[in-house]
């Protein structure tokens, strides 16, 4: 699209129903979307419901041109299960409207793999084009391309930038058939500071809805990370094998002013849980389904983020990776794809022994290890968890990282809804510390507190709400301080732990 919308200045306004316990059995301000509950817009997957909740969240803002791509987007990838950008190109609706609006980009910019010397931009464009990007390094120009975007990469490329100094900021422009694409701000790459703090927001569940709320995107870019990691369950809502319906959500997920902001602004990472892989609580080759499905719901994934890597690429299998954001790494295991009905393996030989390889081979400060759905038991009786699914496969990482002393470990998850914390005793008298902010969505879920979870350290429902991590890595005793942050600015908890109380004894 050639618009970037800005929002800024949002008002809000405060009330006490934002935050609901669960002894009280109303719905917050969370739990609607205008005058639907996230339960009807989950279930509801019609053009209706999508145009709904683009509308919803920035009603002075003219979308009149993103609702007629929805409109015509829909008609062609719900018209045949494997619809491609082939068929939307094709299309005389679709090419009237390209050229009305001399349209240059379908979706992105989007950043991500951040770095001290650079970082990776996302993009599709409206049709297959050649595409250059311009890096301004003081006086010099750099270009990286160009590139051709095909049907066959669904539009999309990916450029990655290097070479660059540590903690500047660089004007970026997109150059898309010789001609440059105009948003309504100044396209930025931002570089990681060098020995600085470090900030990382994080979260689970967007559930399309939340990829709208103006008011939470603004507190994520007033706090100015410089990641976020995105656990699942994001744009893609139960399309099972519906290839071409996972493209649509996919464009769909472009077209949220929201969205655009942050995406454009903050480098992103994203993996999937199991309403952005089929549906809810599916995983593997579920009955009915076959392996030509899950290789192609990949191949949507793969053409939709700028992660720096997507599982086991020479076998095209997962979504899994491992990267460093500064001095703190980040692995992000792919709970879905590999797990096996019958035995209950989480995330299969390969990827098992991959983890343990990534783990003893970290040499970052922090370790943040992310997995779609929860470490821990507590929540729904542990359903869809590691505990109740593959207990010795957890047993066996978490003895690894006490047997080899593998310090600054933090847990992240969500799938069920709401934002919840919990230590994880071990038998050492070690703890791990889980933090699962399913929360990107508001969406009301299980009880948000438990008497009888007696390590829970914090649980919030029916409140949009993001996890956040603020690393102190030049102290002698490095720290990490998370924070749930509320759409609203408020802070509802705030944990500071050091290294040395990371590391197993």
């Known amino acids: 699209m050639g618009r970037c919308h800005e929002f800024q200045n949002v008002k809000y306004m405060r009330s006490s129903l934002v935050l609901l316990l669960?002894?009280?059995?109303?719905?917050?301000?969370?739990?609607?979307?205008?005058d639907r509950t996230h339960q009807q817009l989950s279930k509801n997957r019609s053009l209706e419901t999508s145009l709904y909740m683009l509308n919803h969240w920035t009603p002075d803002l003219d979308l009149a041109r993103e609702n007629e791509l929805a409109a015509i987007a829909y008609t062609v990838f719900s018209g045949d299960i494997q619809a491609d950008f082939g068929d939307l190109v094709g299309d005389p609706g679709y090419l009237d409207w390209v050229e009305s609006g001399k349209e240059l980009l379908l979706g992105g910019p989007i950043w991500g793999a951040v770095s001290e010397e650079g970082a990776d931009l996302w993009l599709r464009t409206a049709q297959p084009a050649e595409v250059e990007i311009w890096v301004q390094d003081g006086q010099e120009r750099r270009t990286l391309g160009p590139i051709r975007t095909e049907v066959k990469t669904d539009l999309s490329a990916v450029f990655q930038i290097s070479?660059?100094?540590?903690g500047r900021s660089y004007p970026v422009k997109i150059i898309i058939n010789k001609v440059e694409w105009a948003g309504d701000s100044i396209l930025t790459l931002n570089t990681l500071p060098r020995d600085s703090s470090l900030r990382v927001a994080f979260g689970t569940c967007f559930h399309r809805w939340g990829l709208g709320n103006t008011h939470q995107v603004t507190q994520i870019l007033a706090r100015k990370p410089h990641a976020m990691l995105l656990g699942g369950d994001i744009a893609v809502q139960d399309r099972r094998n519906q290839i071409g319906m996972h493209r649509f959500d996919y464009l769909m997920r472009d077209q949220f002013p929201a969205w655009r902001q942050l995406s454009s602004r903050v480098p992103v990472y994203a993996t999937w849980d199991d309403?952005?892989?089929?549906?809810d609580d599916l995983s593997g080759v579920p009955d009915g389904f076959t392996e030509a499905d899950r290789s192609a719901i990949?191949?949507?994934?793969?053409?939709?983020?700028?992660n720096p890597g997507f599982g086991n690429e020479r076998k095209q299998e997962g979504v899994y990776f491992k990267t460093s954001i500064g001095s703190v790494d980040v692995i992000m295991v792919d709970?879905?794809?590999?797990?096996d009905e019958k035995t209950g393996a989480f995330l299969g030989n390969d990827q098992m022994e991959w983890l343990e390889q990534q783990l003893l081979s970290a040499s970052g400060k922090f370790i943040i290890l992310s997995c779609g759905t929860m470490w821990?038991?507590?929540v729904s009786s542990g359903k869809d968890s590691w505990g109740v699914w593959d207990p010795v496969g957890r047993e066996r990482f978490f003895q690894l990282i006490e047997k080899h002393r593998i310090p600054g470990v933090l847990l992240i998850s969500g799938d069920r809804h709401g934002a919840r914390g919990f230590a994880i005793p071990r038998s050492s008298g070690?703890?791990?510390y889980e933090?699962?902010?399913?929360?990107?969505?508001g969406r009301h879920g299980p009880v948000a507190i438990d008497p009888a979870w007696e390590t829970q350290l914090f649980g919030f429902d029916n409140t949009y709400a993001f996890g956040e991590f603020t690393f102190e890595t030049h102290l002698d005793d490095p720290e990490v301080t998370f924070r749930l942050v509320r759409e609203d600015g408020d802070v509802l908890y705030t944990l500071n732990l050091k290294r040395s109380e990371l590391t197993p004894p």
């Open 275 to 279: 309403h952005d892989y089929m549906d």
């Open 298 to 306: 990949r191949e949507v994934f793969t053409r939709s983020w700028a």
């Open 335 to 339: 709970n879905r794809y590999f797990r």
């Open 163 to 166: 070479g660059l100094e540590a």
């Open 430 to 432: 070690f703890r791990f």
């Open 22 to 34: 669960v002894w009280v059995p109303l719905f917050s301000f969370g739990q609607l979307v205008g």
């Open 435 to 441: 933090f699962e902010p399913a929360s990107l969505g």
């Open 376 to 378: 821990s038991d507590y």
